[in-house]
């Protein structure tokens, strides 16, 4: 992973499911714990108790959403791009 100006600027705006300790370590920040199975998939497992801006609790789906727009965002002339339109197969513990 490169760590560009936009990911620097990206730092203090959204918060992430890892994070980089002082030491350049990475770091459970939203998740709570995680563990590499393979080279494509790691699991892991939510904090509990966190809470978007209007009080909603983050879940695996709004995991599995982000991740999803940051591998295919939408084209910039895209109407929607709202979360009541996607689907997803991420189990909910």
């Known amino acids: 992973m490169l760590l560009e100006p936009a990911h620097w600027a990206n730092e203090f705006i959204y918060d992430s499911l890892l994070e980089w300790d002082p030491k350049i370590n990475i770091r459970p920040a939203l998740a709570e714990s995680y563990k590499v199975k393979d080279v494509r998939t790691i699991d892991f497992t939510l904090k509990k108790g966190v809470k978007f801006h209007n009080g909603q609790e983050l879940t695996s789906e709004d995991v599995a959403y982000s991740l999803q727009m940051r591998m295919n965002p939408p084209?910039?002339?895209?109407?929607?791009?709202?979360?009541s339109s996607r689907r997803s197969s991420v189990p909910s513990p």
């Open 75 to 83: 084209r910039p002339d895209a109407r929607e791009c709202s979360r």
